[in-house]
């Protein structure tokens, strides 16, 4: 599995020495695991939650801006 390349998905699979396992994208950045693209997703929800309030309270409808 180490250095092993996907065919079909171009994705490198590399095995740390601590026993984890790394995917690598075909561009050669690695492969964000779900935890990262879930709590970054979980921030942008909060950010945008936190300026549709602040629209409120400056009197605007967020609902109504897009």
Sequence with gaps: MQGWVSPRLGVRFELL???ELRL???DGQPL???QAVAQR???AEQQAERLAQR???L???P???G
């Design 17 to 19: 020495a601590d026993g």
């Design 24 to 26: 690598w994208r075909p």
């Design 32 to 34: 964000e695991s779900y």
């Design 41 to 43: 997703a979980d921030q």
């Design 55 to 57: 629209l409120r309270a």
């Design 59 to 61: 009197g605007l409808d």
């Design 63 to 65: 609902e109504d801006l």
